[in-house]
């Protein structure tokens, strides 16, 4: 993004990326710039497609807080908060919190809740699932329909014909300089052979 700024003098109002960019880090740099939230999450089409996962009680996230203001599990029993880390990585100072189940001895619900004999821990970090929640808003809307579209109709479209028409599986030279070299040739390569692909309908077509 930085280097698209030094090269037009903005950022993109609508930055649209793979799900591997979806991160707390690029979500937080994209408010500091003025850009929306128009990139996916890992867990993104989970989230979104499958109904027996965003409805599972035993998420944590679906867990209910009551006028307390403390988390109950299905069982309802108490979360306590344990603690506060920071996320390694990060350099926007993201935090979890650590909460406890107060006692799961005797739960109907174990099985279904937890992996281990100990009372269940949960990670929250309200900030980011409602950063989550938002790129969720964004790409379902009309809008985020026609970006993502767009997107796939651009630049996943040409990435598959490179790779699978063309039998282009992978770099094959070392080296910065070597590697950008190797990927401007297949790209001209690509053009190159669009460019042919049109002028022979044209010439077929007069």
């Given at each position: 993004?930085?280097?698209?700024?030094t090269?037009?003098?903005?950022?993109?109002?609508?930055?649209?990326?793979?799900?591997?960019?979806?991160?707390?880090?690029?979500?937080i740099?994209?408010?500091?710039?003025?850009m929306?939230?128009?990139?996916?999450?890992?867990?993104?089409?989970?989230?979104?497609?499958?109904?027996?996962?965003?409805?599972?009680?035993?998420?944590?996230?679906?867990?209910?807080?009551?006028?307390?203001r403390?988390?109950?599990?299905?069982?309802?029993?108490?979360?306590?908060?344990?603690?506060?880390?920071?996320?390694?990585?990060?350099?926007?100072?993201?935090?979890?919190?650590?909460?406890?189940?107060?006692d799961?001895?005797?739960?109907?619900?174990?099985?279904?809740?937890?992996?281990?004999?100990?009372?269940?821990?949960?990670?929250?970090?309200?900030?980011?699932?409602?950063?989550?929640?938002?790129?969720?808003?964004?790409?379902?809307?009309?809008?985020?329909?026609?970006?993502?579209?767009?997107?796939?109709?651009?630049?996943?479209?040409?990435?598959?014909i490179i790779?699978?028409?063309?039998w282009?599986?992978?770099?094959?030279r070392?080296g910065?300089?070597?590697?950008?070299?190797?990927?401007?040739?297949?790209?001209?390569?690509?053009?190159?052979?669009?460019?042919?692909n049109?002028?022979?309908?044209?010439?077929?077509?007069?």
């Amino acid at each position: 993004m930085n280097k698209f700024y030094t090269t037009y003098g903005f950022y993109p109002k609508y930055p649209v990326a793979d799900a591997g960019y979806g991160s707390y880090n690029n979500y937080i740099f994209c408010e500091q710039h003025g850009m929306e939230k128009y990139m996916k999450f890992p867990m993104f089409k989970k989230e979104t497609t499958d109904k027996k996962y965003q409805e599972d009680p035993f998420r944590a996230v679906n867990f209910p807080i009551g006028k307390d203001r403390i988390m109950r599990c299905p069982n309802e029993k108490k979360f306590y908060l344990q603690y506060r880390k920071n996320v390694k990585g990060n350099k926007y100072g993201r935090q979890e919190e650590i909460y406890q189940c107060e006692d799961c001895s005797g739960c109907p619900y174990a099985e279904h809740c937890k992996k281990t004999d100990k009372n269940r821990t949960v990670r929250i970090n309200r900030e980011l699932t409602a950063m989550h929640q938002e790129v969720i808003g964004n790409l379902e809307s009309i809008q985020g329909a026609l970006l993502r579209m767009n997107r796939s109709i651009q630049a996943e479209g040409t990435f598959g014909i490179i790779k699978n028409d063309r039998w282009y599986k992978r770099i094959v030279r070392r080296g910065i300089k070597s590697v950008l070299l190797e990927v401007f040739l297949v790209s001209i390569g690509h053009n190159l052979y669009k460019y042919h692909n049109k002028h022979e309908k044209n010439v077929t077509a007069a």
